[in-house]
């Protein structure tokens, strides 16, 4: 069997498991040629302490978000490794999960990277967990990183130099 990965995405929330995913997704669009696709989504509701307060942000807060999320996104990388691959990246408003299969069905994405908090248990059940769920509903590969898992050493291709 030829595996065959074009488009990989990388969906981000900025946290340090994010950071340890993104560097498995670097080196699967560096190894494969493949596009990497960026995407963070700005949750729709954000919990106020006081119960009198809306819990729907404001539109122009919103779009504020967004506008600070897709700018973040575009600084993300170092600007050598993105001038020699093709980098898409993208912030949108929702729920994550919906958005993250949303767009992998629209980009028609081959493989998504993602990092898991490693939460188990009653915190899992509480909070859920954006990357098991992406492993039960997407419809390509999720490749689920834990910030204190395992780290594979990925050996060069021939005539490159290691360490790569």
């Known amino acids: 069997m030829i595996i065959s990965i074009r488009r990989i995405l990388f969906p981000t929330d900025f946290s340090e498991p994010a ?5 498995y997704a670097l080196s699967l669009a560096d190894r494969f040629g493949a596009e990497l696709h960026l995407l963070h989504v700005v949750p729709l509701v954000i919990p106020y302490p ?4 809306p819990w ?4 122009n807060e919103m779009q504020r978000q967004v506008e ?10 170092d600007s050598t ?4 691959h093709v980098v898409i990246h993208k912030a949108v408003m929702g729920l994550a999960v919906d958005e993250i299969l949303s767009y992998a069905k629209e980009q028609e994405i081959d493989l998504i990277v993602v990092g898991t908090h490693g939460h188990s248990g009653l ?3 509480l909070i859920g967990s954006v990357a098991e769920k992406l492993v039960r509903t997407a419809s390509c590969p ?3 990183v834990h910030p204190k898992g395992h780290q594979f050493l990925i050996e060069p291709k021939a005539g490159e130099p290691a360490g790569r």
């Open 19 to 23: 950071n340890e995913a993104k560097q």
């Open 50 to 53: 006081d119960a009198a307060s």
């Open 56 to 59: 729907i942000m404001a539109e």
């Open 68 to 77: 600070a999320s897709d700018r973040r996104l575009a600084s993300e990388l």
């Open 81 to 84: 490794w993105s001038q020699q």
């Open 123 to 125: 915190a899992r059940l």
């Open 142 to 144: 999720v490749l689920t």
